[in-house]
């Protein structure tokens, strides 16, 4: 009899144990940083695998080299990375509370190498070759005009993620700078950091569209003062995921949260003005339309 109980015993428990493990959701980085890379800039997207229709995700469990915090954003744009090895885990929970008990881990090592814009780079036939994956740090300043990149993104990448941001800390005497992303003459982005009261850094995704295409990248003065200048970074980052990654992202119910573009989450959704300080994700428009950008996402 003793047998049986115990035999009976183990068998619950392993059922139970079961139950258990099968309740609890599961989470995916798409596309994360492995080994050693050149980026101080990372932008990391996940998604979320609800256990099932009842149990939906309500939000992540986001670790970067042990500070935690909870997001309900499917990314989240690491600025100014230090050289050396850094971890981040992402879980995500459930409206019953559930958390995913292997959270999805990413492991790297950001080298102490930098890499520099090359002058003269201010017209298209001097445009510098942008290195996909490499963090590039130049100055922007009226005297000297824009400065100008190119690229060409690899076969099978869905998304391109730009990253800008100030090497310095921003003051009334700094320049605020334009970031434009082209593809061909359509223009995908045109945004502005700095200032006195801007935001210091910016992400922003864009769709690719279909075929090989030749990407331009151009960060720009926006100020009348020739003495202003600001050193920044730029990072350029092709991203290959899933369309779970793509939903439309909240806040975005009042005017002041919502993007531009037109609605893709429901009649409460408001697409009107620009988020701040958040990566926005772009679609490509047509020539006739003037390119101008639909962002979709936040940080």
Request: charged share 20%; with cysteine; glycine share 10%.
């Amino acid at each position: 009899m003793g047998s049986l109980r115990c035999a009976i015993g183990c068998w619950l428990a392993l059922f139970l144990g079961t139950l258990v493990a099968q309740a609890a959701p599961e989470t995916r980085l798409l596309d994360p940083p492995t080994g050693e890379i050149l980026q101080r800039d990372v932008l990391l997207w996940w998604e979320g695998i609800p256990e099932g229709p009842d149990a939906p995700i309500i939000g992540y469990r986001l670790r970067v080299d042990g500070q935690e915090q909870f997001t309900t954003a499917l990314y989240q744009a690491l600025f100014g990375l230090t050289p050396g090895e850094h971890t981040v885990e992402v879980a995500a929970f459930d409206a019953r509370g559930e958390v995913d008990p292997t959270p999805a881990t990413a492991r790297f090592i950001v080298l102490e190498a930098e890499a520099f814009e090359e002058e003269l780079n201010n017209t298209e036939e001097t445009a510098n070759v942008l290195a996909l994956l490499t963090t590039i740090t130049g100055i922007s300043d009226v005297g000297g005009g824009p400065d100008r990149y190119r690229l060409t993104l690899p076969p099978g990448a869905d998304r391109l993620a730009v990253m800008v941001r100030f090497r310095e800390a921003v003051s009334p005497e700094t320049t605020p700078i334009q970031i434009t992303v082209q593809r061909g003459t359509v223009i995908l982005v045109e945004e502005e950091i700095g200032g006195a009261s801007g935001p210091r850094q910016l992400s922003a995704v864009v769709d690719v569209g279909v075929g090989p295409a030749v990407y331009a990248v151009e960060i720009a003065p926006n100020f009348d003062n020739i003495f202003l200048s600001a050193r920044y970074a730029l990072t350029v980052q092709p991203l290959t995921f899933s369309p779970q990654a793509y939903a439309d992202l909240e806040p975005n119910g009042t005017p002041g949260s919502s993007p531009r573009g037109a609605p893709t989450g429901g009649p409460a959704d408001r697409h009107a003005v620009r988020h701040q300080r958040r990566p926005r994700r772009y679609g490509l428009l047509p020539p006739d339309l003037g390119g101008a950008p639909a962002p979709m996402a936040r940080s």
